[in-house]
T-cell receptor, first 114, second 113 residues
Framework: DTGVSQDPRHKITKRGQNVTFRCDPI?????LYWYRQTLGQGPEFLTY????????KSRLLSDRFSAERPKGSFSTLEIQRTEQGDSAMYLC????????????FGEGSRLTVL | SQELEQSPQSLIVQEGKNLTINCTSS?????LYWYKQKYGEGLIFLMM?????EEKSHEKITAKLDEKKQQSSLHITASQPSHAGIYLC?????????????FGPGTRLSVLP
């Protein structure tokens, strides 16, 4: 499977715990995006990378959120001291310079904070 | 995203009926993208429009970007249960916080057999 993969698909955690999500983009894609989606809403932009550089970060991303893409390949999104309001689907997407605007999405990582 | 609005918010149609979903931007669109999402899954790219007046079709789905490039419509002809899902428009636009790819809130379509 050469699509975008995300891990884990589901995560249930207690409030206050840290969680980390991983995204493996399509190998030749240099741009990688993270979105958060809650029920009944469209995806909200969180951040994006071009290669290993984090070029944009939404104001929605509080200090508890951090994303990395250390080698310009896979990316991680960490949420520290989770709150119930963090419960959402976290979507990762990637694209290459030749795929203008066509984002390829993973299946998402669903977070439930109890 | 407040930059993109969609209407209607939800739609229930009988199988075989035609329907239209609209996406409106507060800014000039240099590229408008339509995606479909099934509940709990990732988004699937449908089509991209870049030129004012451009119209594209794929199977029974047609999308158009208006001349002023601030609105797009997605039209489904003779809807089928397989068309059910959430339709999202997306655009690469400049926001107050930089340049990023944003989505509208989505239109939830249900098709009754």
């Amino acid at each position: 499977d050469t699509g975008v993969s995300q891990d884990p698909r589901h995560k249930i955690t207690k409030r206050g715990q840290n969680v980390t999500f991983r995204c493996d983009p399509i190998s030749e894609h240099n741009r990688l995006y993270w979105y958060r989606q809650t029920l009944g809403q469209g995806p909200e932009f969180l951040t994006y990378f071009q290669n290993e550089a984090q070029l944009e970060k939404s104001r929605l991303l509080s200090d508890r959120f951090s994303a990395e893409r250390p080698k310009g390949s896979f990316s991680t999104l960490e949420i520290q001291r989770t709150e119930q309001g963090d419960s959402a689907m976290y979507l990762c997407a990637s694209t290459g310079t030749q795929n203008t605007g066509e984002l390829f999405f993973g299946e998402g990582s669903r977070l439930t904070v109890l | 995203s407040q930059e993109l609005e969609q209407s209607p918010q939800s739609l229930i149609v009988q199988e075989g009926k035609n329907l239209t979903i609209n996406c409106t931007s507060s800014k000039t669109l240099y590229g408008l993208y339509w995606y479909k999402q099934k509940y709990g899954e990732g988004l699937i790219f449908l089509m991209m429009l870049q030129k004012g007046g451009e119209e594209k079709s794929h199977e029974k789905i047609t999308a158009k970007l208006d001349e002023k490039k601030q609105q797009s419509s997605l039209h489904i002809t003779a809807s089928q249960p397989s068309h059910a899902g959430i339709y999202l428009c997306g655009a690469d636009i400049s926001t107050n916080y930089g340049q990023n790819f944003v989505f509208g809130p989505g239109t939830r379509l249900s098709v009754l057999p």
